[in-house]
């Protein structure tokens, strides 16, 4: 507040402020902050990029995905607003959309473990299991501790009917994170299937 007081036509300290808004849960005051950094620097990627973020945590899709665009078109090699961007698309349904933006953010950023991630979720639901697989062999290797790589690995495996690699990577994400409840529940099917009935239902109960 005392920068602002300070410097009301700073853009810099609405979208600092702004931020600090948003790290505290306070969506609407962040958006109006950064609002008002758009309104005093047209060109302020970071404020673009920020609400894109806001907008999207509060649901609105179609906004977050305008503010990412906006974003790129003021800076086309920040793989953040393409990744984010991918994010929205694909909760809109969009994967093929996604499936672009997550590899334009690869190529800008091909140590980005969590772009590999969610591009083979995105294959993974349309289908194309291999190349889902491949994606998430990347973020592990990319990222070893990522349980979400590996839970996610394993439900493509399960697709895929490796039941026992599925819980090999099943066992490594609730290691990785005990508390990872998808895990637990996706490991139950593929027990139930071998015929372990005990850890199954143990599993599902978790």
Do not use: C, W
Not at 32 to 53: C, M, S
Not at 179 to 205: C, H, T, V
């Amino acid at each position: 507040d005392r920068a602002i007081e300070l410097d009301p036509k700073s853009a810099i300290a609405y979208g600092n402020r702004g931020a600090t808004y948003d790290d505290l849960g306070d969506k609407k005051r962040a958006i109006a902050d950064y609002d008002r950094a758009i309104e005093l620097d047209p060109k302020f990627v970071y404020a673009y990029r920020n609400r894109g973020l806001a907008y999207s945590d509060l649901g609105d899709k179609i906004r977050a995905i305008a503010d990412f665009s906006r974003a790129i078109e003021l800076d086309p090699k920040g793989a953040n607003a393409y990744y984010n961007r991918g994010l929205a698309y694909y909760e809109l349904g969009d994967k093929i959309k996604a499936i672009t933006d997550y590899s334009r953010a690869i190529e800008l950023d091909p140590k980005d473990a969590q772009a590999y991630i969610f591009r083979g979720v995105a294959y993974a639901v349309l289908g194309d299991n291999i190349r889902a697989i491949a994606d998430l062999d990347r973020a592990i290797e990319l990222d070893p501790k990522h349980a979400i790589a590996y839970a996610s690995r394993g439900l493509v495996y399960g697709a895929l009917g490796d039941k026992i690699r599925a819980i090999v990577d099943y066992d490594k994400a609730i290691e990785l994170n005990p508390k990872l409840a998808q895990a637990y529940y996706n490991r139950g099917g593929p027990y139930d299937e071998l015929g372990d009935k005990i850890r199954a239902i143990a599993d599902l109960d978790r």
